[in-house]
């Protein structure tokens, strides 16, 4: 369904993404991890429209969407969330998320009939009327959540929507995920939680120093040496491995 | 959460239009009247520079330029080219939406938010004022003068009830206008706009086309402005037309009333009227009552950021955030 090439984006003298392919089939929760600086959340503003690669492709249901803008990319049915929420600050709930609403329908009252039910669904239908600001980190993620799928997306980018949230926050937004998943759209996600990873996602790519060094069936890739030195450092893998051996 | 949408809202507004309407047939003094025009024809500009400074957050400092081009419009074709002024209005709101389409294009392409707009936008009017100044058609620093020959065809009154009607009935769309965006899809993307312009473009909203629409609009609307206050005072110079008195006035009038609101325009052109006529009489000396007018403007700013309509509003009672996202329980004016 979604298919990046070779994608390269490069920040002065930096280069955040070299190089990375990835592909998202329809109908699976494909996931992204990585330690930190390590060029998700641009691979993603790449796919999204919101930065021009410097090189490579990205592709959408087979057309060829590299550079275009966000709001055609949403109108194809691509949309991302913000790993730092941007919430419309002085809008109540039901409002931001009526935003989303209006990405495929004019009409208001069909509009927000929609986003109350999206925003009942990720648990946000106590406060459909308060204003935005007021919300504490988890609700500004569902927040997020909630106005991305009230655009109605084929493909739905998560960047971190879990982060900051407490355990019991984390399965129920994990079930919340897998429902929408479940309900037919297609989801792609960063992570950091390696908990919703490995329960959430069933293929992983690995990105380090902007380079993917490994993907496979999350509990494969977690094993994967590479993988270990990435977060963890040089040797550690090693280190385990004899840790395990004297266990 | 407005609460004049209401069919009791709806009747307050029935009613205020009701009586406003009343005005000119019991208000008999000119000088009553006169101040009664100028209040609504300051809401009305303030409206116009509401749609895109308040709804859509692209507040200018230059929407002179609009009024201008619209009176100079009406002004031209009428004089050189013998059109009749009614009939010079379309042109002149297209002519208002059209140098907003330049504006905004140019800098909207260019990526100017904020007060890097606030200035193009004033390098704008002054670059219209200018050019007024010395261009041929527009008879340069000596102005137009309008023919006085009253009458309806000719959009002018010897009686000002009749303008003031006029005025009322501008003032009556552009409420329409603001109330219309609070309901409708354009609307909420221009406040998605000024929000969260990463945000918008994320949901689907392409925001410079809002923005750019929003300006049009805006700049059509200020433009009728302009034609009326040509027929209004049958005369337009430089100064007046692109003057930076004019940009001023259109955004405190709908700043201090409460920028992106629908009533927020006109609650500020009573107050600003109220301090300066007041201010103006009271005290003797005429840079006293200017100190003073500063000294209000401040304290309103200062203290009420929202502006004056946020007195009149309920704020909205927070929930208390447990956290959990499970129901939280709701303030008691639910």
Not at chain 2, 265 to 276: D, N, Q
């Amino acid at each position: 369904m979604l298919e990046a090439q070779s994608l390269t984006k490069a920040f002065g003298g930096l280069v955040a993404v070299r190089d990375a392919s990835i592909k998202v089939p329809e109908g699976r929760i494909v996931s992204l991890i990585g330690p930190n600086g390590a060029g998700k959340t641009t691979l993603f503003a790449m796919v999204a429209g919101f930065l021009r690669p410097d090189r490579g492709t990205v592709t959408f249901q087979g057309q060829d969407i590299t550079g275009w803008q966000p709001h055609r990319i949403c109108a194809l049915g691509m949309v991302r969330t913000f790993q730092i929420t941007q919430p419309f600050a002085n809008l109540t709930v039901l409002e931001n998320v009526m935003v989303g609403a209006y990405a495929r329908i004019a009409n208001r009252l069909e509009a927000a009939e929609l986003a109350r039910k999206v925003a009942t669904r990720v648990g946000l239908g106590a406060r459909l009327d308060q204003p935005a600001q007021g919300l504490t980190v988890a609700g500004r993620k569902r927040l997020e959540l909630a106005r991305a799928l009230a655009t109605q997306p084929k493909l739905l980018l998560l960047d971190e929507v879990m982060a900051g949230l407490n355990p019991t926050e984390i399965t129920e937004i994990v079930q919340v995920i897998r429902g929408i998943r479940d309900s037919g759209v297609t989801i792609f996600l960063i992570e950091h939680v390696m908990q919703a990873v490995m329960s959430l996602s069933e293929y992983t790519y690995v990105l380090n120093n902007g380079a993917l060094i490994a993907e496979g069936e999350p509990k494969a890739v977690a094993s994967d040496p590479h993988v270990i030195e990435a977060y963890l450092g040089h040797g550690a893998a090693e280190r385990i491995k004899k840790g395990n051996a004297h266990a | 959460m407005i609460g004049w949408t209401t069919p009791r809202g709806w009747a307050h507004i029935g009613a205020g239009f009701a009586f406003a309407l009343l005005i000119p047939a019991f208000v008999t003094q000119n000088f009553l009247l006169h101040i009664a025009i100028l209040v609504l024809f300051s809401a009305y500009l303030g409206q116009a520079w509401n749609i895109a400074g308040g709804y859509a957050g692209q507040r200018s400092f230059g929407h002179a330029v609009f009024v201008g081009t619209g009176a100079y419009v009406t002004a031209i074709l009428q004089t050189r080219f013998g059109w009749n002024p009614w009939l010079t209005l379309p042109p002149a709101i297209i002519g208002g939406a059209a140098v907003g389409w330049l504006i905004g294009f140019l800098s909207f392409r260019a990526g100017l938010r904020g007060s890097y707009f606030a200035l193009i936008t004033l390098a704008f009017s002054e670059v219209a004022r200018i050019l007024a100044n010395s261009l041929e058609i527009t008879r340069g620093g000596l102005g137009i003068l309008v023919p006085l020959s009253p009458g309806f065809a000719n959009f002018q009154f010897a009686n000002k009830g009749n303008f003031f009607i006029v005025v009322l009935a501008m003032f009556a769309v552009a409420f329409g206008i603001a109330w219309w965006l609070e309901k409708s899809r354009f609307g909420a993307r221009l406040v998605a706009v000024r929000e969260n312009e990463d945000a918008a473009a994320a949901l689907g909203v392409d925001t410079f086309k809002a923005k750019l629409h929003a300006l049009m609009l805006s700049g059509g609307m200020a433009a009728l402005g302009g034609s009326f206050y040509v027929q209004y005072y049958l005369y337009v110079e430089p100064p007046i037309a692109y003057g930076v008195e004019r940009s001023v006035e259109m955004l405190l009038v709908s700043m201090i009333g409460g920028s992106g609101t629908v009533l927020g325009p006109l609650v500020g052109s009573i107050a600003l009227h109220l301090i300066s006529d007041t201010t103006r009489h009271f005290l003797e000396a005429p840079g006293v009552a200017l100190i003073l007018y500063g000294i209000v403007l401040i304290l309103i700013v200062g203290f009420l950021p929202d502006g004056l309509i946020s007195l009149f509003r309920r704020r909205p009672t927070v929930v208390p955030d447990t956290d959990s996202g499970a129901p939280a329980r709701r303030g008691a004016h639910a």
